[in-house]
């Protein structure tokens, strides 16, 4: 049974999104008595509340109602994993933005203005505040994790070179447009529907559920769209459900909580910051011989995600590249800062970025090009192609595509034009650098690799199709809404995606890991297929013939030299009493994986892709400006190819803002001082290059994936590595490309300035050193 080609379709809410008519959660018509909440924040870091008058909050204006801890009829809890962050602050704080209480009050600005009315008497506790303070006070959330491969320890002994070091890269802010949200209403028979902006239903409703004393059956969450997640509103989100749901719990009423801007950055976490201190050894090839490596999270007060972004983390440090004899060590740190949560790649780019740090410092060692470095350590054959944690790399395509890469950017000319422009020019700098990935699709705790959809054919021949995953504007929607119509061989006008809703696929995972078309699209297939079978036993038995024979392509359905319009063909089927609508479901084969042992294979596939950044640096500001990147990316056979490179794009930028312009930043009392759009920048127009050239590269599937696609949402966000890498080879031209900047991420003018000060002082240390020997 033959399907129609694939090909380019809008978003399926562009037009909604364009002409603002898409629903989010603060358009839904609000239910008549809808109360608006807002969270008194702390003002400490860490400290025991001795005590807390809210007489004022309580007295202000259109105040409805004031909750606590006390307050909350359920469990007091919100962690995903481990049951350390309560919804409310009980008598300790933990990092400066913790809610301690919520005020409920008649319309949404009395309720913020109510909110810092509180006067609150703190007994201090010592904070930690860094990644490395936890390291040296063994502070930590869960206990360290290690994989050892091979002997590393006597491999760096005996290595011709060693290079060693730290690095430290910064967190990142989710910044989603549309902030965190929940909207409660109290239903019939105890029952609780919540609106939510959120990556996870499903944990949605448990917490809800635990929290106001209910069954999971008794509470409704339902997302319909997210104006952006990026592991933001995976478990951050329960927070808001929980508000919402115990204020209307408790008031018998409809709730919203909708946070500003600045109490979202207080309040939320955000990617998690890496401290590195590494040992390697190489040949004079530049092959890395062995390796040691400590990464030290910031994890902040509690567990969140931060054990299986760690895990990430130790999965990715190889990259692109064999490591044959390897130590890794990850620790998350336990600091006073807010927790830190799941943000576009999980750990993957902290865990990528030091081995490309490492790389880097070894080519310049050896005065080679760190192309041909990279090129030297990739995975290559039988011998070289499994992982340190044991995963046979078994459909490696980064030999190709760095070559075609290399070929379609002109990268060694341009290497070469770029070295002569940085003799004549001593003010401006341009930098070049080429960065692979590799990237592992699925998420590592092996039973969330699952995922349920229903699709229902009305009798007018229209399809509606529910699943598991959520949309945060990346397209989900869309792709499972081709794979049903292509199964079915039908228009893709026929077919709608509605909001997911737990009463409807339940048990769902969180659409992250790069895995929501993976997951959900084969359950929707799975449900369309199951139609399309039916269909065509019905056809085989009337006409006569071969049921693998039946064709459905064009809206039609044919047989040999019959044919039937789709839409005659649902009546018939209709009137002879055959199912219209089935439900499907999807589990990710080939998957194992032993979290004490970080042996297994926690990947299905992989992804791969490349990128060459061109970059000018101003060495008196410190400023940079990206001048062009070249992107090639592995989607494997993309569903939607203007969607996949529209995600590669915003990836890319992304990644990049994370490495050179957005830097988080807490003042000594433990406040975070960039918490608005005043004081932390993102990408802007600007930042964007003249010249962007992004390609897909031509690599279906091996695995059978929902038609040989690969997962496009996180891998190329690594790509944002080239401009780093850019900078850092910009500011080794003032040193005659032979000292390594020691730049730490992101590449603000400030830590630009810092580096190119840096290795100008060892010039001239080197130079008078000279001078006093001659």
Known sequence: MRQSPK????????HLHVSGEAVYVDDIAEVNGTLYAALGLSERPHALIKSMDLSAVEAAEDVVAVLTAKDISGENECGPIVQDDPILADGLVQFVGQPMFVVVAKNYMAARRASVLAKVEYEDLPAIMTPQEAKLQGSFVVPPMQLVRGEPEKKLKDSPHRSKGTFYVGGQEQFYLEGQISYAIPKEDNGMLVYCSTQHPTEMQHLVAHSTKRDFNQVLIETRRMGGGFGGKESQSGLFACVAAICADYLKCSVKIRLDRDDDFMATGKRHCFYYEYDVGFDEDGRILAAKVEMVLRSGFSTDLSPPVATRAVCHFDNAYYLSDVEIHAM????????????????GPQGAIVIENIIDNIARDLGKDALEIRKANFYGNAERNVTPYGQTVEDNVIHELVAELEETSDYVARRAEIKAYNETSPILKKGLALTPVKFGISFNVVHFNQAGALVHIYTDGSILVNHGGTEMGQGLNTKVAQVVA???GVDLSRVRATATDTSKVVNTSATAASSGTDLNGKAAENAAAQIKQRFAEYIAHKWGGDIQDVLFENDTVSLDKQSIPFTELVVEAYENRIQLWSDGFYKTPKLNWDKDKLQGRPFFYFAYGAAVSEVIVDTLTGEMKLLRADLL?????????????GQVEGAFIQGMGWLTTEDLWWNPKGKLMTHAPSTYKIPAVNDCPDDLRVKLFHNPNHEDTILRSKAVGEPPLLLGFSVFFAIRDAIASVADYKINPPLDAPATPENIMNAISAITDIVDDTDTNSGAKS
Request: aromatic share 4%; proline share 5%; charged share 15%.
């Open 486 to 488: 292509l199964v079915l």
């Open 7 to 14: 090909k380019s379709h809008p978003h399926e809410s562009a």
């Open 332 to 347: 998350c740190g336990k600091t006073n800062t807010q927790s830190n949560t799941a943000f576009r790649g999980f750990g």
């Open 633 to 645: 990316h592995d989607a494997g056979n993309p569903i939607n190819t203007a969607i996949d490179i």
